[in-house]
């Protein structure tokens, strides 16, 4: 089947004034801020009209870990909730905003594909409303602060071998991981080493997407830790009265976006950390608006349920109080051939890599969709092999079309959705407690999600970490592990699912103002590189539209 590109089919489609889309979610206009004919915000001063609403059910898209190029999960995770509205129910999506870093790099855009996508496509990839740019503005603006303040006396005693906030830039520029700051003339600042990390590491978009409201924002800013000064202690946010101008800079980034699908269901697109150097969620404001607003929310968590869903489940939902009533695992043929070990017999060899995450969601007590977003290469044979091996397991299994047919490609897995969360009876079995040691909750994230036999730490990592367990509040934090999203392991290259092996954890960091424990596992960075050949080539502008966005 032979389409047009993404970008095409997104200009030539029927895209409804904004209006319409929020009336569809019955908000009237009082409540949303026009950004354009086809993007709204909503206002804070909607949540008291709807927060004794009714909560709708929540269905959560997660995926094996994927090749390059990725799987389609933000396309599936479109036409599930574009299905559900096809079938007669009130469906809402909750996704996160693109990064400028894949748009120009690798994977391309985060909008969807086909007839499964979120419009305007290329303005929701590129500056959209300005959510990323101003959470980049509000993390340099505090860096900035702390080398003025250094320039002019440091009165806080920093110590300058243990500052940690870096400066933060929406691209994938490897030549900015490691820099050198202040040279040149006594003026210019103080001389020291530093480096960028893509913004959507930044703690900041981590904060913006936990935060509840304006003031949680502000509460949860003041905590964050630029550095320790020369005897240990944290030096804050707080300390360097800066909490004010960063609140300034994010008092419109802190409110949903609202767009709409190719078929006109109603977005709300907002926040956009990734999953394998952050937490992977959209904000939890969209999230809460969306369950108040629609009777079915579908939301994604990025890359494998090793990485998105795990953290989606250990970070987000205590705050949402709310856990998924169903889940759904995206899976490939292309995909699965990839995990295996044995090329002769690929499909039931790479499988393995699928049965893991199968596990690791019922591990949870979560019901569980497997649905193969099928391409043309896939034959039928291998759709029905794959099907066998998911009703063996007793999992439910359904075939997307979406790519090609929208809507209408994706009855079979909403009809699975709705019927596993009519299923889903069980309680929620959380992998740790928040009062576990953080040497516990590494262990079994490592030991029962990843499949590892321990864990090992640098000894820079285990100071860090033996610093969080005597914090009276940081070692109550969650565990956000930033690793390689293309195993279940930290090396990149242990496809399928590896066995004896270790997890290393050769640095960690406190974000009190997220309120977690990021671990740095194996050789992840938290500022990418462009491939050889960068989409960014590939993009023009001709008679006044941009074309070669994928």
Request: aromatic fraction near 6%; proline fraction near 4%; hydrophobic fraction near 40%.
């Amino acid at each position: 089947m032979t389409m047009e590109s993404d970008i095409v089919l997104s200009q030539h489609a029927s895209i409804k004034p904004i209006k319409y889309v929020a009336e569809e979610l019955r908000i009237t206009e009082n409540y949303w801020e026009p950004y354009g004919h086809y993007k709204a915000k909503i206002c804070p001063s909607l949540w008291p009209q709807i927060k004794n609403n009714p909560e709708g059910r929540l269905i959560l898209v997660t995926a094996i870990n994927p090749t390059a190029a990725g799987e389609g999960k933000t396309t599936i995770t479109i036409g599930l909730a574009d299905a559900l509205r096809r079938m007669g129910h009130k469906s809402c999506l909750a996704l996160r905003e693109p990064s400028q870093g894949p748009c120009f790099g690798l994977k391309g855009g985060a909008t969807g594909g086909g007839y499964a996508q979120i419009i305007p496509m290329e303005d929701i990839n590129l500056h959209f409303t300005g959510d990323i740019h101003a959470i980049a503005s509000a993390h340099n603006l505090l860096a900035a602060l702390v080398d003025n303040h250094l320039h002019h006396g440091n009165k806080l005693n920093l110590d300058l071998k243990r500052i940690v906030w870096k400066r933060v830039v929406d691209l994938n520029d490897r030549a900015l991981r490691n820099i050198v700051i202040g040279l040149g003339n006594k003026s210019d600042g103080i001389i020291r080493e530093s480096g960028f990390d893509i913004a959507v590491a930044s703690e900041i978009m981590a904060i913006l997407c936990l935060s509840q409201d304006l003031a949680d924002l502000k509460s949860r800013i003041n905590k964050i830790i630029v550095g320790y000064d020369i005897c240990g202690e944290a030096i804050t946010c707080e300390k360097l009265n800066a909490t004010g101008s960063l609140v300034a800079l994010l008092k419109d980034a802190i409110k949903p976006n609202l767009v709409q699908t190719l078929e006109g269901t109603p977005a709300l697109v907002h926040g956009g950390p990734f999953a394998n150097i952050a937490h992977g969620c959209n904000s939890l404001i969209a999230t809460e608006y969306a369950l108040k607003l629609s009777d079915y929310v579908v939301t994604e968590a990025g890359f494998g349920a090793d990485l998105g869903a795990e953290k989606f489940l250990a970070i987000k939902c205590p705050l949402l109080k709310k856990y998924p009533d169903a889940v759904v695992i995206v899976a490939t043929i292309r995909a699965i051939k990839l995990h295996a070990t044995d090329k002769n017999n690929a499909l039931s060899s790479g499988f393995v890599n699928l049965q893991k995450h199968i596990e690791n969601i019922q591990h949870y007590n979560l019901p569980v969709v497997v649905v193969l977003n099928e391409f043309s290469s896939d034959t039928p044979q291998e759709i029905n092999h794959l099907r066998r091996q998911c009703n063996a397991l007793g999992v439910r299994f359904a075939v997307s079309g979406v790519w090609q047919h929208g809507s209408e490609g994706g009855i079979e897995m909403a009809q699975a959705a709705l019927d596993a969360m009519a299923d889903n009876s069980n309680l929620f079995n959380p992998l740790y407690s928040a009062s576990d040691s953080v040497f516990k909750k590494l262990h079994r994230l490592a030991t029962i999600i990843y499949g590892a036999d321990d864990v090992s730490y640098s000894p820079q990592a285990r100071a860090v970490l033996e610093a969080v367990a005597k914090d009276d509040e940081a070692r109550f934090y969650p565990i956000c592990m930033a690793k390689t999203q293309y195993s279940l392991s930290d090396n990149k290259n242990m496809l399928g699912r590896p066995r004896k092996f270790n997890i290393t954890i050769r640095d960690a960091k406190i974000m009190a103002g997220a309120g977690f424990v990021v671990t740095y596992a194996g050789n992840i960075v938290t500022m990418p590189g462009l491939p050889e050949r960068p989409a960014a080539e590939l993009i023009d502008v001709q008679n006044e539209k941009i074309t070669g966005l994928a």
